[in-house]
């Protein structure tokens, strides 16, 4: 089956736009992860959903940073303001989660995001 | 310091060798370890999962957890240039329901022909 899929796969932003990235998880995963990473570095958590409820959003470096999955599949990550420190891959992930006690975790191929 | 610590190498080693990656980690509470590889502009490809310390053998990969001294281990056996890759150490609790992961900064390995 397939993947896990995000758009775009590359973005390039003037610092202030405001940017929203995409991640289709795997079918029927209950929880969806999102990662920041930065050149040369290991993924970093950004935030943390399980259906439609955001659990954990520790991770969110500011209050520009807002995430959301409304119907329990799709989530999106918006960065409003951007900033050239934002620049990074974002990373998408999912697990079957909940009560199947199987956690590992897939990941997509991430979006590329540069702020100038 | 870091919560997880890997050497980035980049480490570069002949066709056919063994390679040994390694991580240390601070947090007793970390139950679940995990190797990831990651080719250049692509997501990380998760590669092993182990729960609690021992060895956990799949084809030419063996992944050994030692609790005890906080440490982990990937081998790769007959290594191939298709193995050329970052490869991340990953490690997590379960937290309502789901493991928010920890990574190292990732090790760089080139296999040469």
């Known amino acids: 089956g397939a993947g896990v899929s995000q758009s775009p796969r590359y973005k390039v932003a003037k610092r202030g736009q405001d940017v929203a990235l995409r991640c289709d998880p795997i079918?029927?995963?209950?929880?969806l992860f999102w990662y920041q990473q930065a050149l040369g570095q290991g993924p970093e958590f950004l935030t943390y959903?399980?259906?439609?409820?955001?659990?954990?959003k520790s991770g969110l470096p500011s209050d520009r940073f807002f995430a959301e999955r409304p119907e329990g599949s799709v989530s999106t990550l918006k960065i409003q303001r951007t900033q050239q420190e934002d620049s990074a891959v974002y990373l998408c992930?999912?697990?079957?989660?909940?009560?199947?006690?199987?956690?590992?975790?897939?990941f997509g191929p991430g979006t590329r995001l540069t702020v100038t | 310091q870091k919560e997880v610590e890997q050497d980035p190498g980049p480490l570069s080693v002949p066709e056919g060798a063994i390679v040994s990656l390694n991580c240390t980690y601070s947090?007793?509470?970390?139950?679940?370890f995990m190797w990831y590889r990651q080719y250049s502009r692509k997501g990380p490809e998760l590669l092993m999962y182990?729960?609690?310390?021992g060895n956990k053998e799949d084809g030419r990969f063996t992944a050994q957890v030692d609790k005890s001294s906080k440490y982990i281990s990937l081998f790769i056996r007959d290594s191939q240039p298709s193995d050329s890759a970052t490869y991340l150490c990953?490690?997590?609790?379960?937290?309502?329901?789901?493991?928010?992961?920890?990574f190292g900064q990732g090790t760089r390995l080139t296999i040469n022909p």
């Open positions: 990953a490690m997590s609790t379960i937290i309502q329901g789901a493991q928010k992961l920890v």
């Open positions: 992930a999912s697990s079957l989660g909940g009560t199947s006690g199987l956690y590992e975790q897939y």
């Open positions: 079918s029927g995963h209950v929880s």
């Open positions: 182990t729960y609690s310390s």
């Open positions: 959903f399980q259906n439609e409820a955001q659990l954990d």
């Open positions: 947090n007793s509470a970390f139950q679940y």
